[in-house]
Structure formats: C-alpha cells, structure tokens
C-alpha cells in the first residue's frame, strides 16, 4: 500500500509562494504518474498538475506560468512550487499516485489559504 503524505500547507497574502511537499512511502515516480488536485469549498476536485514517469508535465490552464510540478527520485519526494498566488487558490491540495487505472492512492491533504 503506497503512502502519500503532504505538508507546506499554509495561510499567504495575495501574491505570495508556497512549496507544498508529498513524501512517498516507496519508490513509485518510475511507474506511477504522480499529480496534486485541489477542492475548495463547494467546488470539484480538480488535477492541478501532473508528472508522468517519462517527465511529461500537465497544468490546469488557470496556473500555468505560476506552478510547478516537480520531483526528486533520490528522495522519493514530489514537489508543487506555488507562485502569485490568489485568492481563487484557496483549496485543500492533494498528492495523487495513479497506475494503469486500477491503482489510485491519496495523500491526506494540507490546506492553502490566500487572504490578506
């Protein structure tokens, strides 16, 4: 059972950064592909960014140019740096791990809030 676990979650003003971090508990970026979702209040689960195994990058179109997605394989850790952020960024983010379909694990979620 894969274990994801996020941290970085934090309250920032208008126009900062955050780093979000997922710890994986194996060696998974070889064959899983890895993204971060986010759920604000009262709206869907959305993919924000994602990595696939080759280094294939995707972005939601609301923050290209302002996230990005990375990982260190040595580490078995997954990044999202977060630039200019605003207040639409509010959400919990998620860590996702998914393989073929069949396989899907969650991290547990860290809360961004953008509020001056």
């Known amino acids: 059972q894969v274990q994801l676990v996020e941290s970085g979650g934090d309250l920032v003003q208008p126009g900062g950064s955050l780093r979000l971090s997922c710890t994986t508990s194996?060696?998974?970026?070889?064959?899983?592909?890895m993204a971060w979702y986010r759920q604000a209040p009262g709206k869907q689960r959305e993919m924000v960014a994602s990595?696939?195994?080759?280094?294939?990058?995707k972005y939601v179109d609301s923050v290209k140019g302002r996230f990005a997605i990375s990982r260190d394989d040595t580490l078995n850790m997954l990044y999202l740096q977060m630039d200019n952020l605003k207040t639409d960024d509010t959400a919990v983010y998620y860590c996702?791990?998914?393989?073929?379909?069949?396989?899907?694990?969650w991290g547990q979620g860290t809360q961004v809030t953008v509020s001056s």
């Open positions: 990595i696939t195994p080759e280094g294939t990058l």
């Open positions: 194996e060696s998974i970026f070889h064959i899983y592909m």
């Open positions: 996702y791990a998914g393989y073929g379909g069949s396989f899907a694990y």
